[in-house]
């Protein structure tokens, strides 16, 4: 089936995707001596562009059968890594049938390999540094996450992660290494302040009919409901705060420490979802692995009906009466982003007071300082 889902991709598509070819075209024109932000649809810090070079070098017609391969080869070594995080094994059914479910049952995963998009770095990039961190290897951890932030900057609000561990060598790699491979490549580039002076402003005002219609954050959709932008904007970034504090509660509390790092990360990303501009259903791909791997614990979100209800708008197949339009799916999608954070944040406050499918038994503080300390 991936392979069939690789092979139609590759017929259908150029360049490896839409979204890639914007990145692969960026790296062209600093070849050809222009700036990479001309083009204000590129939103990548100066470090992609370095990045995109080896493919900006190669044949169109060896990018359209690379690029989908690769998206499908991302997207399952993530979902390798979250097994492995959750102490699954890979040849059980759930490792077998959950990447069957997430490629035939939730379809932005088929968007995301046939737009070539560059969150399957971040897909792959979040179980590993998880799974080194459950390890004990936070240095390591610290530097896969500073790598995919320089590739691109989606998975940044895990830096809240390492602060809440308190691993600061760990947290200086995930700061330092996007900002100085940025700065670096800024040097070679004609604009080398393009970002903040281009990029920056754009992704802070969101001002872009295009791509507002598939933004699925609040800030975003409210205001096509007829919320003044202001509101909408104070409303996401309230919802995102909570979600923040929920992930928080959830560090701090009982469970297993590969199921409090994916919970934890979860409600972290999702609640930068809920703020960020932009913000499209391809992103829940970060997080979804990561939730769905947790299936055996029996104080897993996804032990809870929301969680499931909230996937229904995305599969694939289904009509939903006027939201079929590409112009409206972004309600649909925001949906989605909204149930599954609230969902999220609940549960990590009921995991923190006890209640996290072990029958209600309440940790000791000394306990619960052990269960930290141990991850």
Not at 110 to 117: A, E, I, K
Not at 155 to 172: I, N
Not at 300 to 308: A, K
Not at 351 to 357: E, K, S, Y
Request: with cysteine; proline share 7%; net charge positive.
């Amino acid at each position: 089936m991936l392979g069939a889902l690789t092979i139609h991709t590759v017929l259908v598509t150029s360049d490896g995707g839409m979204d890639n070819r914007i990145v692969v075209d960026a790296a062209r024109t600093w070849l050809d001596g222009g700036s990479p932000y001309d083009d204000r649809h590129f939103l990548y810090f100066p470090s992609a562009v370095m990045a995109a070079v080896p493919q900006a070098l190669l044949p169109r017609s060896v990018l359209d059968v690379l690029v989908p391969a690769g998206a499908i080869l991302a997207l399952t070594l993530g979902w390798a890594c979250a097994l492995r995080l959750h102490r699954v094994p890979l040849r059980s059914r759930l490792a077998v049938l959950g990447l069957l479910a997430l490629a035939a049952g939730f379809a932005p995963f088929g968007q995301l390999v046939r737009l070539g998009n560059w969150t399957v770095t971040a897909v792959l990039a979040l179980p590993l540094c998880l799974l080194l961190a459950s390890r004990g290897r936070w240095v390591t951890a610290g530097a896969v996450v500073g790598v995919a932030v320089a590739v691109k900057p989606l998975l940044a609000p895990m830096v809240l992660l390492f602060l809440f561990a308190r691993r600061w060598r760990a947290l200086a790699l995930v700061v330092l290494v996007p900002a100085v491979t940025s700065v670096v490549a800024a040097l070679f580039l004609p604009d080398p302040t393009g970002f903040l002076t281009r990029t920056l402003p754009f992704l802070l005002t969101g001002d872009d009919a295009f791509l507002r219609l598939y933004e699925a954050g609040p800030a975003a959709v409210l205001p096509r409901l007829g919320v003044p932008q202001a509101l909408a904007t104070v409303l996401a970034v309230l919802a995102a705060a909570v979600g923040v504090g929920c992930a928080y509660r959830r560090w701090r509390g009982p469970g297993p420490a590969g199921l409090r790092l994916a919970e934890t990360s979860a409600g972290l990303m999702l609640s930068a979802f809920l703020v960020s501009r932009p913000s499209y259903n391809h992103y829940l791909l970060v997080v979804l692995p990561l939730l769905l791997a947790g299936l055996p614990h029996a104080g897993s979100v996804t032990r809870r009906p929301w969680f499931w209800l909230a996937l229904v708008p995305q599969l694939p197949g289904v009509t939903w009466p006027w939201l079929e339009s590409g112009k409206r799916r972004a309600f649909r999608d925001s949906v989605t982003l909204c149930v599954l954070a609230v969902t999220v944040a609940c549960h990590c406050v009921r995991t923190a007071v006890g209640d996290g499918g072990t029958g209600g038994a309440r940790e000791t503080p000394e306990g619960r300082r052990a269960a930290v300390e141990s991850v």
